[in-house]
Structure formats: structure tokens, C-alpha cells
């Protein structure tokens, strides 16, 4: 899509919600649309912009593309929690929408317990809290603790955040061997936010108070 076109939304049927919308900034609000689909102060382009949508427990289900939690609030079924931090709001010829950053759902879903967090490198980030385990300093790798050459596994309880320089310290051989420790026993986290937290890349400063709940 060319930079200078307005930005569409696919079609919203629910509640005579008129067929477009576009999308505007507070201080543009029903003047013109957007010049781009990247707002300042909003590093993900629109179409790729996710919203934390919560259980009507607030706890954390997943995170939906902004069109389809857009289609649930015009559809009754979910409420803003928290709005854009920038305040951006949806327009349509007869309507306008909140653009949302965090979305509860009106009736209480039961979601099945799912075993095992997944291993991602976003999840493992966040559960060392984005610092190499050896040196404190700022991680940029993960490390395999026993190493993946002598049959060390691919798992939560092998796989540590780990700075460049360390990994490369590290390399192929052994804690024992190099005389390093690990501050704690690196383990999987445990909770339903953490099986969210695993499938995204990045997240919204405005879901963390959310994301920190302990999950049921
Ligand atoms: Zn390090």
C-alpha cells in the first residue's frame, strides 16, 4: 500500500457500523486521515499492532491482531480497558472507535490448561529479564548451559540468557570447566501469561500490569 494513502480498515458489519474506517490521530480526529501508517512515537506499522485481550477475570487470554479486537468491540462482546497511549481513535462515517491497547471480554470464557510453556527466544528474554545470567550485563543471545554439543537439551532448564561476549567466552565448554556459576537453577516459568508472552515479539508497556498477575 503507498505511504500517502489513508489507512483502511476490512469491512466491520456489526451494529451498522459503516463499512470503512480510517484511522486518526487525536488532534486529526475527524479532519483528514493519516498520512502514514506509522504514527510517531508507534515503532510497529498498524498491521501488525496486537491488543491484549482479557478474560472478564482480567486475566490475560491472548493477543489479537487490532482488527479483530476492533470487530469485538463494535460487536458488543469485549470493552476498552485501556486505550492507545496516544489517544488514536477510529473513525467511520457514522462512528468512532477507541483504538485500544488492552480489551476485556464481556462474558467469562474457560480456557483448558495447556501444559508446558514453549520455549521461545521473546519468552526466555523476559523470564532473565533481558540479561546475560553470567555477568549481568545486557543479553543479546540465548546460551545452551550444557553445551548442544555434548547432548545438552534445547529446554527452559538448559537454555539461559547470555551477552555476546560471555557466549563467545562459553563457547563448547562446561560451567565446571570455565569455573562460572549460574546465580539460580534456570527453570520454566509457570502460568498462562507466560504461554502468551511466548508467542509475542514485543509488547505494550500498558500490558504489563496484566501480564505480571499470576495466571489462574
Ligand atoms: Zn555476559
Not at 548451559?145 to 547470555?162: F, I, Y
Amino acid at each position: 500500500m503507498p505511504d500517502r494513502q489513508p489507512i483502511r480498515q476490512p469491512a466491520l458489519k456489526a451494529n451498522g457500523l459503516a463499512s470503512r474506517v480510517a484511522l486518526c490521530p487525536p488532534s486529526r480526529a475527524g479532519t483528514s486521515p493519516p498520512q502514514s501508517d506509522r504514527p510517531p512515537g508507534h515503532g510497529p506499522s498498524w498491521r501488525k499492532r496486537r491488543v491484549l485481550l482479557l478474560n472478564t477475570t482480567f486475566e490475560p487470554l491472548t493477543a489479537l491482531p487490532l482488527r479483530r479486537a476492533i470487530v469485538l468491540l463494535v460487536c458488543g462482546k469485549a470493552e476498552v480497558v485501556h486505550g492507545d497511549s496516544a489517544g488514536m481513535v477510529l473513525h467511520s462515517a457514522t462512528a468512532s472507535v477507541e483504538v485500544p491497547s488492552v480489551i476485556r471480554l464481556s462474558n467469562f470464557v474457560r480456557v483448558p490448561y495447556r501444559g508446558r510453556v514453549p520455549l521461545t527466544r521473546a519468552a526466555l528474554m523476559l523470564r532473565d529479564n533481558y540479561r546475560c545470567v553470567y555477568c549481568g550485563a545486557r543479553a543479546e543471545t540465548i546460551d545452551h548451559v550444557v553445551p548442544r554439543s555434548r547432548s545438552g537439551p534445547h529446554t527452559w532448564e538448559n537454555c539461559v540468557a547470555c551477552c555476546t561476549k560471555c557466549n563467545h567466552r562459553k563457547a563448547d565448554k562446561t560451567l565446571n570447566e570455565l569455573g562460572w556459576r549460574l546465580p539460580v537453577a534456570p527453570h520454566a516459568p509457570r502460568g498462562r501469561h507466560w504461554r502468551l508472552l511466548a508467542g509475542l515479539s514485543e509488547t505494550d508497556p500498558l500490558w504489563l500490569p496484566y501480564l505480571g498477575e499470576p495466571a489462574a
